[in-house]
């Protein structure tokens, strides 16, 4: 179907008497079939229906498992057997100069079943033939140029290279219209380029005005260590933020490699734009308003991609490496729809309610709307009506839990206190409450094994039973806006041991409701995270507060004096070409009462 037959569509008008000719039957077939493509190319799309596996059998050769496909026209391509190709002899292929292939499949007609034409003319071919066959092709192209070309996601995703180098290559992408009031996924994906042994040692901090992490801090730092060994082989990290409810309708990240990995990344910003609209109602808009020029400038290529194929260039030949079919897109069939659902009802996401085993007696099942989604939720798996659930109720709190080892300093004496050093508990900043338990170890019957044991409290009421044990008092101080907390351990009597093993369990609980005072006496107030920044004429830098007593809340940014640089209104700050020191005011939009300073040192 070309572009110029997309419409008007044309077909026969009859009328008594009409003289058909082969061009009236061919306008006939024409009809049917572009409607029926049109159909195809805007309700499933293109991709594989299903099989079109591909398998690389002994290096230079490939076999390609029977499937369908539709490709961005709407065609239907039908593999009906299983096919081996040589990589050498399918067209597009290249000895030289390419190291990575995109196995295709293209859709092809092929004139068969020649017979004699009777009422031919003078001069026209003495036969025929009588049928077409709707067939297929296998073609490499060059992946390179198959990326290159525009894409439908550029509309919905913005990404910028991250970093590259002879060995690795990263991109960072995310949604390019981010929903207030939701989670939303960031994306950090990376390549490698080569078949060196080399490390890759990430070190980044983005800042995020518009955003929070799961703690409550808008600063993300990506310290990661990738180890990546053939050429093509990608690894995925993921990073969920919350974007604040605000008056904004455009936010900056700014991406700042930290000073270690300085010399190989460069500062970057990604603009992100921000909205009211939930997900779902958006991404319905966006796609629904796409035009069909822009749908035919977004299809590169009329062939499905079917996998990536890398390739070694030796001496005598052209080996294939590796077959990564993970680019391949397959087209979701309403006909699998009942099986699918049928397995995803044997799991549940996290938050989600759990089934229950049995319901109380006399009672009916318990009503539960699975189509009401919360903010900061994947859209659940629909269960049956009939099903009955138990849901945690909300206030329960949020718990974690681990081990830390304590060494006791050499010849210790009774009374001399040790502390531990500071250990992130996991559960943010607020009201969290620790108690930790010393790991214990006592014989068993006829002292044929040992039982573990925790003594929680005063560890002292047990030295009776176990004279060996390290007779210690433990106590906790918490860190609430910094979300860790640190033990210290006194000494009691005689030093049996010089590492002291324990166990902490953590316990948070939710406030009560917004910007209420966390206890009696405590007054709300914001901090800036940086009281002084250092930055370099024209360099922007983002100023991330810390709230105390009180939850988040909108901000205000604001220049104390004019001609003191530039400030965007989500509070990224850009510096003047003037060295100075300069002070920005920042305030609560609805307690304008609460705010703070911070300065900017500008130099050369």
Not at 44 to 71: C, F, K, P, Q, Y
Not at 162 to 173: N, P, Q, S, W
Request: with cysteine; aromatic share 10%; charged share 30%.
């Amino acid at each position: 179907m070309d572009k110029a037959q997309i419409s008007p569509f044309e077909r026969n008008r009859y009328y008594y008497g009409k003289m058909l000719t082969s061009a009236d039957f061919q306008a006939e077939q024409q009809y049917m079939n572009q409607k029926r493509q049109f159909l195809n190319q805007m309700v499933l799309g293109s991709g594989v229906l299903r099989g079109l596996t591909v398998l690389n059998l002994d290096g230079l050769s490939i076999l390609v498992e029977s499937g369908a496909a539709i490709d961005s026209k709407g065609r239907e391509i039908i593999v009906g057997s299983s096919v081996v190709k040589k990589i050498s002899a399918l067209p597009g292929f290249q000895e030289q100069g390419v190291d990575r292939f995109s196995l295709c499949l293209e859709y092809r007609e092929d004139e068969v079943q020649p017979i004699y034409a009777v009422n031919r003319k003078e001069g026209q071919n003495e036969y025929e033939n009588n049928r077409i066959q709707e067939s297929y092709e296998l073609r490499l192209i060059d992946t390179a140029d198959l990326e290159r070309a525009f894409r439908l996601d550029s509309e919905f995703f913005v990404e910028t290279r991250l970093f590259h180098t002879r060995d690795y290559i990263g991109t960072l992408k995310m949604p390019a219209v981010a929903c207030k009031g939701r989670k939303v996924r960031m994306e950090l994906e990376v390549e490698k380029l080569s078949d060196r042994e080399e490390t890759l040692n990430l070190a980044y901090e983005l800042q995020l005005p518009a955003f929070s992490l799961m703690d409550g801090g808008q600063a993300l730092e990506i310290e990661k260590r990738i180890e990546l060994c053939l050429t093509g082989e990608k690894q995925k990290l993921d990073y969920w933020l919350f974007c604040m409810p605000s008056g904004l309708d455009e936010t900056s990240i700014l991406i700042k490699p930290v000073k270690k990995w300085k010399d190989y990344a460069e500062e970057l910003e990604l603009k992100i734009r921000l909205t009211q609209e939930e997900p779902e109602s958006l991404i319905r808009w966006e796609l629904g308003k796409t035009g069909l020029e822009i749908r035919e400038r977004t299809t590169h290529t009329e062939a499905v991609r079917l996998a990536d194929l890398y390739i070694r260039h030796t001496d005598m030949t052209c080996m294939i490496e590796q077959v990564d079919e993970s680019v391949r897109q397959y087209i979701p069939l309403p006909s699998e729809e009942v099986k699918k659902s049928e397995y995803l009802s044997f799991y549940a996401l996290a938050g989600e309610p759990q089934r229950s085993d049995s319901k109380a007696e006399g009672s009916g099942p318990e009503e539960h709307d699975y189509t009401k989604q919360e903010p900061d939720l994947q859209p659940p798996v629909l269960m049956p009506a009939e099903t009955e659930v138990f849901e945690i109720p909300s206030e329960w709190p949020e718990i974690s839990c681990g081990t830390l080892e304590i060494p006791l300093d050499e010849f210790m004496q009774e009374g001399d206190v040790c502390y531990s050093g500071e250990i992130i508990h996991g559960l943010g900043p607020g009201n969290v409450y620790v108690a930790v338990g010393l790991d214990e170890t006592e014989e068993g019957v006829k002292s044929l094994r040992k039982i573990p044991g925790i003594i929680y409290g005063d560890a002292t009421l047990f030295t009776r039973q176990d004279p060996t044990a390290t007779d210690v008092t433990t106590a906790v101080k918490v860190w609430t806006q910094r979300g860790c907390f640190q033990v210290a351990v006194r000494l009691n009597g005689k030093q049996n041991t010089v590492l002291l093993s324990m166990h902490w369990i953590a316990w948070k609980y939710p406030e009560s409701s917004e910007n209420e005072f966390v206890g009696p006496d405590k007054q709300r107030f914001i901090s800036p995270e940086e009281m002084t920044v250092n930055l370099k004429p024209g360099e922007k830098h983002f100023f991330a507060v810390s709230f105390h007593n009180m939850k988040p809340c909108s901000l205000r940014y604001e220049l104390t004096e004019e001609h003191t640089g530039m400030l965007d209104e989500d509070g990224t700050y850009k510096a003047p070409q003037k060295p100075g020191v300069y002070e920005i005011k920042i305030s609560c939009d609805e307690l304008p009462e609460i705010y703070t300073y911070t300065y900017a040192v500008v130099s050369r």
